[in-house]
């Protein structure tokens, strides 16, 4: 409401809200995996109900995006109730896009990797984020810059219905965005993305950042977009 009342309209819904501390399987108990469940899933449900129903009458579309996590994609040890309260939001989210393109309405996941912010670093052991690491092509974690790129080229009006795996040092980005691209009318050239003169914006250096589909996106005579 905070947000209509000052600007009038919501073009994009990020739901960021989360938590994720590290609980093995045996020692979560029924209040943690309830707050899990409110935290991670059910307040992304219920703040996009309220979002979607304003895009809806204001027949404009719009753009959701919900902050996953690779977790939610791979095992990953003392996750179990985190990464399944984001599998939850993954399951949500492709149902979602479905249900909404109609509406020119656009829902999207951005599923992070390990990202240096003050809360992760200091979850981790040295001995965890030197295993973490090793992992990595590019030698590095993942920044909030990363993230808030990627989250900028999917609030464009090209990108919907998808899963986004961020990783520093993936190399599959460029694939996935160039098909992709191609698929709705743009061209690659020069390194860049081009919808006829107009140079199109993507997210960092895919040498050091990137982000690879990894769910079904609707064909797009369904979104209208023939």
């Given at each position: ?93 492709r149902a979602l896009a ?66 986004w795996l961020i990783r ?59």
């Amino acid at each position: 409401q905070a947000a209509l009342d000052a600007f009038g309209y919501i073009d994009v819904l990020v739901n960021n809200a989360g938590i994720a501390p590290l609980i093995g399987f045996l020692e979560t108990t029924r209040q943690q995996l309830r707050d899990f469940m409110a935290i991670n899933f059910e307040m992304q449900f219920t703040a996009t109900q309220a979002v979607v129903r304003h895009m809806i009458a204001r027949s404009r579309g719009g753009c959701i995006i919900n902050l996953g996590t690779i977790n939610a994609l791979v095992g990953v040890n003392r996750t179990a109730a985190y990464a399944g309260s984001k599998g939850a939001l993954n399951a949500f989210t492709r149902a979602l896009a479905v249900e909404l393109a109609p509406h020119r309405i656009r829902v999207n996941v951005l599923a992070p990797g390990t990202i240096q912010t003050a809360r992760v670093m200091g979850m981790l052991t040295d001995e965890e984020l030197r295993r973490r690491l090793e992992r990595i092509p590019a030698g590095r974690i993942g920044t909030v810059e990363d993230v808030t790129g990627c989250a900028l080229f999917l609030a464009g009006p090209e990108n919907f219905g998808l899963i986004w795996l961020i990783r520093t040092g993936s190399r599959e980005f460029s694939e996935a965005v160039v098909t992709y691209a191609h698929r709705v009318g743009m061209r690659s050239e020069g390194g860049h993305l081009w919808r006829g003169e107009e140079k199109i914006p993507t997210p960092t250096e895919i040498s050091v950042f990137g982000a690879l589909g990894l769910a079904w996106v609707p064909p797009s005579e369904r979104l209208g977009l023939t």
